[in-house]
């Protein structure tokens, strides 16, 4: 990404951190009621992004769009529903970053291996997903959420992806809501 791309970016995303310092914080205090599937669907969600060598999500951008969307669309929990939003809203400002990245990344590359190296990544991402409906099944279903319909949406979120990724523009990847 040339410089004066990246300084584009740097300014978004600080732009971004002082509408969210303005905005404040959620009202932690409320508390959240969740379904206990949902709450360590939750859990096991979060560590699979940070965790040590478990981060097989975070590979794939588009698994953390789905689930958050999940969250936010389908629990009475008003601040399940606001966290999850603004966790979504983040992880969506995020993907044109880095499918412009990655389209910088494979330009090196002879354009005739281009999509065949994203085929492999879209494979990556399906493992991805379905390790998350295995393990958020029980999770999924009580948000309203087939494991059917999540690996769906999900794949269905990649090929916007790839395309992103091969045609940069800023409005390439629409990312459905």
């Given amino acids: 990404m040339a410089a004066d791309g990246f300084a584009q970016w740097t300014r978004r995303f600080e732009d971004e951190r002082e509408r969210r310092r303005a905005q404040g914080d959620p009202e932690w205090e409320r508390g959240a009621v969740l379904h206990r599937a949902v709450w360590a669907g939750i859990q096991r969600f979060q560590v699979g992004e940070d965790g040590d060598g478990a981060n097989l999500v975070a590979k794939a951008e588009v698994v953390a769009l789905r689930y958050y969307r999940a969250l936010r669309d389908g629990t009475d929990d008003a601040l399940t529903r606001e966290v999850a939003g603004r966790i979504l809203a983040d992880e ?28 492999l990544w879209r494979l990556l991402l399906l493992a991805a997903t379905l390790v998350v409906v295995a393990d958020h099944g029980a999770g999924l279903r009580r948000l309203g959420v087939g494991r059917r319909r999540f690996a769906a949406d999900v794949m269905a979120s990649s090929a916007e992806v790839v395309e992103a990724v091969l045609t940069p523009r800023p409005d390439a990847w629409t990312g459905g809501a």
């Fill in 92 to 119: 969506r400002r995020h993907v044109p970053f880095h499918c412009a990245r990655l389209h910088d990344s494979l330009a090196g590359l002879p354009a005739v291996t281009r999509r065949p190296v994203l085929a």
